[in-house]
């Protein structure tokens, strides 16, 4: 499996888990001390602070969102994926920085929007 297969079955995870309201599951692909940078918002970090926003965005019902990866970058434990993902109302560009665990696993170290998308999570 290369780094792309990884960061892509790790997008959809993250989608599936959006969509199926499994916050646990969401903060499960994050580290200990994960990052979420959204426009307009005050930066979080770790996984009670990640979760209380995911809580508030999927109280109104699931979340349909696709990634597409355009480039991923690797350089040592970090990995990086900047793409575009889709809502069914909207579209913008994100970039992640993947943190690469011990047992080789990636885990998400940052995550950025860079647009005004997905208002719901802000």
Known sequence: MTTRDDVDAINNEYAQALADRDVDRMIGLDTHDARLCFSDTPM?????????????????????????????????????????????????KYVVVFQRQHDGALKILVEADITDGLRRLG
């Open 44 to 92: 979080l970090q770790g996984h009670q602070a990640v979760a209380a926003v995911y809580d508030k965005a999927l109280k109104d019902g699931p979340i349909t969102i696709k990634f597409d990866s355009v480039d991923v970058f690797e350089d040592g434990d970090l990995v990086v994926d900047v793409g575009h993902y889709a809502t069914p109302t909207e579209q913008g």
